[in-house]
């Protein structure tokens, strides 16, 4: 098991900006495939974006244009880079290690504890 920590999180206005880390341990981090989630009020957890261990990136369509993923293998960290942020993006935000099924993806650890984004409108 990979344990996940995830940062960065706040309050933000409508059209701002924030940047989420995740620091993973475990050397497997660079050989996974890792993904941002997150899970607004009353809502199921959803996929937000994923990055390969390639660097390929793949993103949910409400996301698309806004938001960057990115990671540095030699810090065992991923990032979430999100701009022009919307009150529907409003949401406990989640990283995961995951693998691919199907046409989706599938995460495989535990979930850490996210970091709350809240965008005001």
């Known amino acids: 098991q990979v344990q996940l920590v995830e940062s960065g999180g706040g309050l933000v206005q409508a059209g701002g900006s924030l940047r989420l880390s995740c620091a993973a341990s475990g050397s497997i981090f660079s050989i996974r495939a890792m993904g941002w989630y997150r899970q607004g009020p009353g809502k199921q957890r959803e996929l937000v974006a994923v990055i ?55 995460p495989l650890n535990i979930w850490g504890q996210g970091t709350q984004v809240t965008v005001s409108s």
């Open 52 to 106: 390969t261990n390639g660097g390929s990136t793949d993103y949910a369509d409400s996301v698309k244009g806004r938001f960057t993923i990115s990671r540095d293998n030699a810090k065992n960290t991923m990032y979430l880079q999100m701009n022009s942020l919307k009150p529907e993006d409003t949401a406990a935000y989640y990283c995961n290690t995951v693998i691919a099924y199907g046409s989706t993806w599938r």
